[in-house]
């Protein structure tokens, strides 16, 4: 066996392992993004509002409220905090950055598809040498 069969046995196998999990995992960050919608950054202000601390926001037209919830930090007290809503539903607010799986399906699925592609070019090499 040369080494040029040797790389092309390398990468055959890179592109399957790398597109075989690259692929779903970008269908279905694509798939989340559809249905969860985009999230757009709002500001939201935070109010003591009878002992309880509420946030509201403006949004789709209309004026959104809800108790800030015991794990969200609104920064000690009443202000303004920097928050995201969904396209899909402007009356769902998140205070902080909006949640991590999309982002990271999309970042490993990424990463493997390329792994895939790469492989996919390296497999292609001893038909061209």
Known sequence: MQILDAFALVGDVMSWIGLAIGLPLLIVAMMIRHLEGEWI???IAVI???GTSTARWFAGGDFHERPIRRHEH???GEGWVDGFIRANDPS???IGDPPDPR????TVGVAFTS???VGLIVS???LFF
């Not at 982002?103 to 999309?106: A, F, V, W």
């Open 103 to 106: 982002r990271i399906l999309r």
């Open 41 to 43: 950054p709002i500001e």
């Open 115 to 117: 792994v895939g592609v």
């Open 124 to 126: 292609f090499l001893p």
């Open 92 to 94: 769902r607010a998140r």
């Open 74 to 76: 609104a920064s000690g």
């Open 48 to 50: 003591d509002r009878s």
